[in-house]
């Protein structure tokens, strides 16, 4: 028992000792004065692609459930430096769906993503669709939105 004892006050001597030298081990952070701080301008990179669409929201108003296929276009233009590649354009549902160039574009060229609204045995009323693409932009993803009432 006494031998138990001794180890234990032994093990927590040691804890201690390992605790108090990694206290004493922390360093104090040095003073930041406004002398000693440059201002740094942040600009963008040299060459990179930027995807600006002309809208991000269509309404196709109201449609009859008769014709229940509905199209429209979204029109971009590649404002950067470098060639745009779009990867990847998808829908929040199988209802609609995105066409979109496969194709690098050009820096000052534009392109089209065509949008597809299926409204086939669905039923009547407003909806809102959402097609999200990505690409190689400085703006990697961007939404747009379809919506009108089917009757």
Known sequence: MYKMNRIKGLALAAMLMLTGTGLMAQTQKP???TTSVKASVTTKAENYAE???????HNFGTFSKKEPIVKCSFAFTNTGTAPLIIHQAFATCGCTVPVWPRKPIKPGEKGKIEVTYNGTDKFPGH???TVTIRSNGINEVVRLTIE???E
Do not use: E, N
């Not at 995807?51 to 929201?57: A, C, E, G, P, Q």
């Open 31 to 33: 003073k930041v004065t």
């Open 51 to 57: 995807i600006k669409f002309d809208t991000l929201r």
């Open 127 to 129: 909806f809102q669709k």
């Open 148 to 150: 009108g009432t089917m």
